[in-house]
């Protein structure tokens, strides 16, 4: 069973990589590959960062 906490920080995480996802998905190519990141890899990179945060 889930508690509260948990189901809260669940939907911290979703949130922060629904933002993360849309705000580099906004940048052209060209801005993400100044930061190193191929477009293919945004899902990976806000997973990793909503977990992490």
Known sequence: M???NTISKRLR???R??????EL???????L???GIARGDI???AKKHA???
């Open 17 to 22: 990589y629904r933002t993360t996802v849309r």
């Open 43 to 45: 899902r990976f990179i």
């Open 33 to 35: 590959s100044d930061l």
């Open 2 to 4: 889930l508690t509260v």
């Open 13 to 15: 995480n979703w949130a």
């Open 25 to 31: 998905s906004q940048l052209t190519d060209r801005d």
């Open 51 to 53: 977990v992490k945060a």
